[in-house]
């Protein structure tokens, strides 16, 4: 009987540091503030935010370039054009893809596409050189925000995704700089055989197991 009364009591004892020390440690985690959401959050939304932007003034630029408006000088241009703005449409979905899942990825919840309009700026009027001025303004200012936004973000990762696709972005606006500039006269037929070969990849490095970067596309090769 002592024995089992000294067990009993050891055991009562040891199930009493056990309780003080878990109350002890539950008072300590009173003390912690709530949890601070991850700080790249925010950006990385921002820049979500501005791709399903641009997605959506594709969506309102295609149509135009695809039955251009009577008269229009570029008339001959629009339907060639509108096949490279839907490639590139597409690959505006790919980096939204890549970063909503960045933000998921680190706790966050990715803006909905739903709550993104489009609308025209002020003096746009329908035309193909007015939908190229659009796409190659947004294009210029979402190179701009992604340099931006690469500067204030704290993980590598974040920095990584961002400046991934800041290069295609930047591609995008030279491209529509070089037409508009006329450094280049574009050829209806040229631009339909060479639709693969404009800005041919979404990123600059590939993501995941995809060749979606410009580091999968072979260098020139020099001749003789």
Known sequence: MTTNKFLSRRALLGGAAVTGSALALQACGDDVGPVVPNPDIPPLNNLLAAEYGAIAAYSAGIPILEMPPTGDPLAANGPALGVIARAWQTQHREHAAQLAATVTAIGGTPVAESSITFTAPTGFTPSVRNVMVLACNAEKAAAIAYNQAVKTMTAASSRYIAANIEGAETQHFVILYTLLKQVVAP??????????????????????????????????????
């Open 187 to 224: 050829n209806p037929a040229s631009l339909i055989s060479m639709i693969n070969e404009i800005a041919p990849k979404a990123f600059v490095v590939n993501v995941g197991t995809a060749t979606n970067g410009l580091s999968s596309i072979a260098d020139f090769t020099y001749t003789a």
